[in-house]
């Protein structure tokens, strides 16, 4: 069977997505007019410019009579489930390791989800042409951690190409000047050393969908790899539902993939990755079967949600002013929908306003915002919470592998910090200034923890990590903010003059002209006490000249916030008011008096 399936996994940044794109133009899969974008496979908007993978995506490629469908997958491990899932639809992956960052956390978990699943791995070491490349200790590196994962010998075999996917140079030797401008090294692997599917044309049709995508015109899609048989449109078969009853329907559209476009096919075969549609609430794991032969695959594992936040309707002043969709209603049609195609998100109603969604950490759930906020919606949603699970009558709480990398001057403070957040050291290493940390530490620690991180080293830090285990709950103090708030007293728009007063009481998030309301936050306290006050004063004027009369007043700079600030700095009694032009902090409280009156009950 000429077909080979792998997937392509590597920690953030280590040039998956760059390499995909290489290997797709040195096939010949583009016309040679065609108009090619960089990072072609990071197709939403949101993945362009943040320069990240957020959901997997299937391409194909034709090499010398080989048909190659390659999965390009997240690295970060918020989005690990889809990682997992992948691992049943391939047969090999390909390994992208940076030739001088070398294996980082998400590496460590990604390999680890393609051994226990026993795919044939092949190492590229990328990125072989910076000047900083260390290639003999990357390989050496990679293969201890084959070892500490548990490889078997056979996955200790794996061969290595050399390859740089910015420049699309490849060769089977570390030595940079072996670097020629083909990919041909990595496919000749890949058709020699990934064994072709595990199926079998012959027998009744079995299919597993590993991932879901959604389209208005046909519903749920099911993506996976058909595992036996073969498959027509129209054609009615069965689906084996996780509970294990079993529900007939028709096949109604089944598209292959084509470089990177889907493309409508009439029929499938064993091997081959395919979507198909028909079955309006397909979910992931289920089998779909010929009809009279209903036999269910393994279920898939899907990882649990470890984080939680409330989205509820934005119940400030300035609602409906930016945003077009405000109600409840179209909120919770919105997170349903979102709940069509993600699988590791979870959307319960908390009240008639508000609700609970649970992902897989703060990435995860941010990008479902912004991806709201571009749509036009309104709405609060409240200071991220890791999820409590009571395991054989204890309280316990997701715990994550942390590994920091610091020049050499900041690793006390460092170190001080992890240790007021629980977090626990598990080796240290020096190489030339650099110091590298790695870490077990409570989810709850790391919430808030990257901004401190980042002034704590000067944006020379390098932070990573990855979900590990629950275990049994840490301190109870971990992850609040030291610092109090100031907060609006007014409504009003903010003048210099009053921004002028109130410098010496710590740092502004806003900037004069800005309109605000009763309630909202308006810059940091340099105490830990919230503070009320009055950012809208005007000068007054008298009929007589003064001397310092004609001075303009000049501000600090007020401190650029994003949603992943707001989230990581608000705490439990505030909430992150979005709307599709801005981002606002307020108490949940807006009433001055009532919340003094809240407060001091506390």
């Known amino acids: 069977m000429n077909i080979r399936n792998i997937a392509i996994i590597a920690h953030v940044d280590h040039g998956k997505t760059t390499l ?72 090999g992956v390909l390994l992208v390791v940076d030739a001088y960052e070398g294996t980082m956390p998400q590496t460590r978990f990604v390999l680890k989800k393609a051994l226990e699943a026993g795919v044939t791995p092949i190492l590229v070491v990328n990125k072989i042409d910076k000047p900083t490349a260390r290639p003999k200790e990357v390989v050496d590196e990679v293969l201890d951690l084959f070892i500490e994962l548990g490889a078997d010998l056979e996955q200790l075999e794996f061969p290595v190409v050399y390859a740089s996917g910015l420049s699309g140079t490849s060769s089977l030797d570390p030595d940079v000047s072996t670097q020629k401008p083909t990919m041909d090294p990595v496919f000749d692997l890949i058709i020699n050393h990934i064994p072709e599917p595990k199926v079998s044309l012959e027998g009744a049709f079995q299919f597993q969908p590993a991932l879901l995508d959604y389209n208005d015109f046909v519903g749920r899609i099911g993506i996976g790899v058909v595992k036996r048989g073969k498959i027509r449109v129209n054609d009615m078969v069965s689906c084996v539902r996780l509970d294990g009853s079993i529900k007939a329907f028709r096949i109604g559209k089944i598209f292959g993939f084509d470089g990177l476009k889907r493309i409508e096919v009439e029929n499938a075969s064993a091997g081959e990755i395919v979507a198909i549609s028909g079955l309006p609430d397909i979910s992931v794991g289920e089998t779909v079967c010929a009809v009279g032969a209903e036999e269910a695959l393994p279920h898939l594992r899907i990882d649990e949600p470890t984080l939680q936040m409330t989205f509820g309707v934005n119940t400030s002043p300035f609602v409906g002013r930016e945003g077009k969709i405000v109600t409840a209603r179209k909120i919770l049609e919105r997170l349903n929908k979102e709940t069509e195609k993600d699988v590791s998100l979870k959307v319960e109603e908390k009240d008639s306003e508000s609700f609970i969604v649970s992902g897989r950490g703060e990435l995860h759930l941010s990008i479902l915002i912004e991806n709201m906020r571009r749509e036009g919606f309104e709405l609060q949603v409240s200071k991220p919470q890791v999820i409590i699970k009571e395991i054989d009558g204890v309280k316990c709480e997701p715990f994550e592998d942390l590994q920091v990398d610091v020049p050499e001057e900041y690793v006390g403070s460092v170190i001080e910090a992890l240790g007021n957040r629980e977090g626990m ?22 919430i808030g923890f990257s901004t401190e991180f980042m002034s704590m080293t000067k944006g020379y830090g390098i932070m990573n990590h990855a979900y590990k285990e629950y275990r049994k709950m840490a301190g109870a103090m971990v992850g609040q903010r030291k610092l109090g708030v100031l907060v609006s007293m007014e ?17 502004m998030f806003i900037e004069p002209g800005c309109e605000v309301y009763e309630g909202m936050i308006v810059g940091e306290h340099n105490h830990d006490n919230d503070l009320a006050v009055n950012v809208v004063k005007g000068k007054n004027l008298t009929n007589t000249r003064s001397a310092g009369k004609d001075h303009t007043v000049v501000l600090k700079r007020p401190r650029p916030i994003t949603l992943e600030y707001c989230l990581e700095y608000i705490n439990s009694d505030e909430f992150v008011e979005v709307t599709p032009v801005n981002f606002r902090m307020r108490k949940k409280i807006l009433n001055t008096n009532e919340r003094k009156k809240y407060d001091n009950k506390k």
């Open 425 to 446: 050291m598990e080796n240290m290493t020096s190489h030339e200034n650099q110091v590298r940390l790695n870490y077990v530490i409570p989810s709850r620690g790391l």
């Open 20 to 91: 995909v794109d290489k290997l797709l133009q040195m096939s010949g899969t583009f016309r040679k007019n065609e108009e090619v974008v960089e990072r072609v496979m990071d197709s939403n908007a949101i993945e362009r410019e943040r320069g990240i993978t957020i959901l997997a995506k299937t391409t194909s490629i034709q090499y010398q009579g080989y048909r190659i469908n390659i999965l390009d997958t997240p690295g970060h491990a918020d989005f690990g489930g889809e990682v997992e899932r992948i691992m049943n639809m391939v047969d």
């Open 491 to 507: 409504n009003g728009k903010a003048t210099a003059y009053a921004l002028g007063q109130l410098e010496e009481r710590g740092v």
